[in-house]
């Protein structure tokens, strides 16, 4: 679907801001599907009667940053949107293509290996797909949990771009070697491997090694009040 496209636009612990330049060098389609996603949270917002600054205080974003997004000068993480989605009430995949919520029936939810949602990544300087495992749980789920798959990557630059999102992230490696580079210093991550640590505070990530890095990612976000 057309809306699966946000997800070209972002990786997990990247986030950039796209100045009026940029917009016009981008894809018809693709800003189409920023306008789409900005002007759902814009719209849910104002439905319930919510200002800018209170979805700030629900989401521990700041109010100008909601509004860049808002505005179409910012493209948010996935982990971002996770916790703005969350905030208003709705599964994230509501707002990349319109997807109806899911049934709140209190039974187990399962996703099967065969049932995972993939959406690609080749926004930045390679590719990488996520495959959500539990997109079925109920819309006030604690946690967002990925299947991420992404290449080998050239070494980090020493300005190599640190970025932040709201709430706490587990990455578990099932496959290959990752670097994390974390709040300024670097770890390695290998098979079995699983780091835990507050996405607050500046992360990124890459492959390293002769095959591309697989990973359980986990996104948790406490929604403040």
């Known amino acids: 679907m057309l809306h699966d496209l946000y997800f070209s636009l972002t990786s997990a612990c990247c986030e950039r801001t796209v100045d009026n330049m940029e917009m016009d060098k981008l894809d018809k389609d693709v800003k189409l599907v920023i306008s789409d ?23 521990g974003l700041a109010g100008s ?4 997004i808002e505005n ?28 109806k919520p899911v049934d709140q029936s209190g039974e187990p939810f399962i996703v099967k290996a065969t049932e995972r ?19 079925k749980a109920k819309n006030d789920r604690l946690m967002d949990g990925y299947i991420l798959t992404a290449p080998d990557q050239v070494p980090f630059e020493p300005k190599t771009e640190e970025r932040a999102h709201e709430g706490e992230e587990l990455i578990f490696i099932l496959q290959g070697t990752q670097e994390l580079l974390y709040n300024g ?19 990124n990530a ?13 996104f948790a976000t406490k929604n403040k009040t």
């Open 206 to 218: 890459r492959s390293v090694g002769d095959e591309p890095s697989k990973a359980l990612v986990v």
């Open 117 to 135: 949602r993939l959406v690609t990544l080749p926004f930045r300087s390679f590719d990488s797909t996520y495959e959500s495992v539990n997109y």
């Open 185 to 203: 210093k670097s770890y390695i991550l290998e098979e079995g491997d699983c780091c835990y640590f507050d996405s607050n505070k500046p992360h």
């Open 72 to 99: 179409q000068k910012r493209v948010p993480a996935i982990g971002t949107l996770v916790n703005i989605a969350r905030a208003l009430g709705i599964d994230v995949f509501y707002l990349v293509n319109g997807e």
């Open 65 to 68: 940053y909601l509004s860049q």
């Open 37 to 59: 996603i900005s002007l759902k949270i814009k719209y849910l917002r104002n439905k319930q009667n919510m200002s800018v600054n209170a979805l700030a205080r629900k989401t």
